[in-house]
């Protein structure tokens, strides 16, 4: 018996030592209790003392304010210049002179190119020569009319002629003129087509020239905004070729027909363009404004999460975190406007929220900086700190 009664001594001995690591640690995870977990000191607190369930989560809080924004639609459209057209002459020559280089800027009535003028100053020669010859003859046959001793119907048919061979010489030098190729507007020339000594025929294309400042966006917006569209309005454009620029103008001339097909209707902005930095073609994102929403809500951007086809976010109160289906508007400078589910001067999280469930409390913390860049002294230790 006195085997049995060593072996109870120490069961019971290390049944103390057990109980006494579960009142200072906790039951062990995964060890049956067998009913003496309920020994351990009760009080309804964690080791923080905060009492039960799960600590504050540490979040970035954010106001939700009020403001006016501009009522705007999006599109995408192209630049076009203001007036285009394709050079051409009226007359066959050959090239004698190009008086333009590639991508220069030319003022009406500009000589660009100049054709073998030889063939039209001959015409012009001989129409002159006509001319006189008509004049003098109409003088002669007036001056014996005038003294009746000529009749004035004959005097009268000779000043007719002089003046048709007047007429002669005007168009032989108009025809003369046309031999200097000259720019219709002001604007700038693209790449040219021809070479010196070329043969150009009526119609051939010699250069390109377009009227780029002010240049044109066209571009278009759905049916259902036509109403709200104004001559006046304005319009901001960007391009790829330059992210950091935003080109501003205003709306000049609005379609008269809407397009059946696509129910859009195409809408025309002018917008200046003294640099030249837009040339006609390029594909430019366009907003424009169509009026004034004031007091509108405005959340940080920051708060607001995309799931499917809904946005949602966390607004606060009490310290409480309640996940609020939203419904966005219009972008803000500041913000993005919610037409539903927040009211200006509430709270709502921006950082913090990706482990966040609805309920739990929070805890306000300021925003993550980055860390501050080590002094030189830190710097210059940390390698031998680290050997050591």
């Keep these: 018996m006195k085997p049995l009664r060593a072996t109870l001594v120490l069961g019971l001995v290390a049944a103390a030592g057990f109980g006494g690591y579960v009142s200072l640690n906790g039951w062990p995870a995964g060890v049956p209790s067998f009913g003496l977990a309920e020994a351990a000191p009760s009080g309804g607190q964690g080791q923080d003392g905060r009492g039960g369930g799960e600590p504050p989560a540490p979040v970035v809080l954010a106001d939700v304010t009020a403001a006016d924004i501009a009522i705007t639609v999006e599109a995408v459209g192209d630049a076009v210049a203001r007036e285009s057209v394709v050079v051409t002459s009226r007359v066959s020559g050959r090239v004698e002179e190009i008086a333009y280089t590639d991508g220069q800027d030319v003022s009406a009535g500009d000589i660009l190119v100049r054709l073998d003028p030889a063939d039209a100053e001959d015409e012009v020669r001989v129409a002159e020569a006509a001319a006189s010859e008509a004049l003098q ?37 108009e025809r003369l003129d046309d031999y200097n190729v000259r720019a219709p507007f002001d604007g700038r020339l693209g790449l040219r087509t021809i070479s010196l000594g070329a043969l150009i025929q009526p119609g051939a294309e010699i250069a390109l020239l377009d009227a780029i400042d002010p240049i044109e966006i066209r ?35 609005i379609a008269s027909r809407v397009d059946p097909a696509l129910r859009t209707v195409t809408v025309e902005a002018t917008i200046p363009n003294a640099d030249e930095a837009l040339l006609p073609g390029m594909l430019m994102n366009v907003t424009l404004e169509l009026g004034l929403k004031e007091g509108a809500t405005i959340a940080p951007p920051l708060a607001v ?58 805890e306000e913390r300021p925003p993550a900086r980055a860390p501050p860049a080590p002094a030189p002294e830190q710097a210059a230790a940390s ?6």
């Design 137 to 173: 003859g109409f003088q002669r046959a007036q001056d014996l009319a005038e003294r009746e001793i000529g009749p004035q119907a004959v005097a009268d048919d000779l000043r007719r002629q002089a003046e048709a061979a007047e007429a002669q010489v005007a168009s032989a030098r």
């Design 219 to 253: 571009f278009t917006v759905p049916e259902r905004f036509l109403g709200q569209v104004k001559e006046g309005a304005k319009v901001f454009a960007t391009s790829p070729a330059y992210p950091e620029r935003r080109f501003e103008g205003e709306v000049t001339a």
């Design 383 to 388: 390698p031998a700190a680290s050997e050591g």
């Design 305 to 362: 999460q995309l799931q499917g086809s809904k946005h949602f976010l966390f607004r606060v109160a009490d310290n409480k975190a309640e996940r609020v289906e939203v419904e966005i508007g219009q972008r803000a400078p500041d913000g993005i406007e919610i037409v539903r589910g927040l009211q200006p001067g509430e709270r709502v999280v921006v950082e913090g929220f990706q482990d966040l469930q609805p309920g739990q409390s929070v």
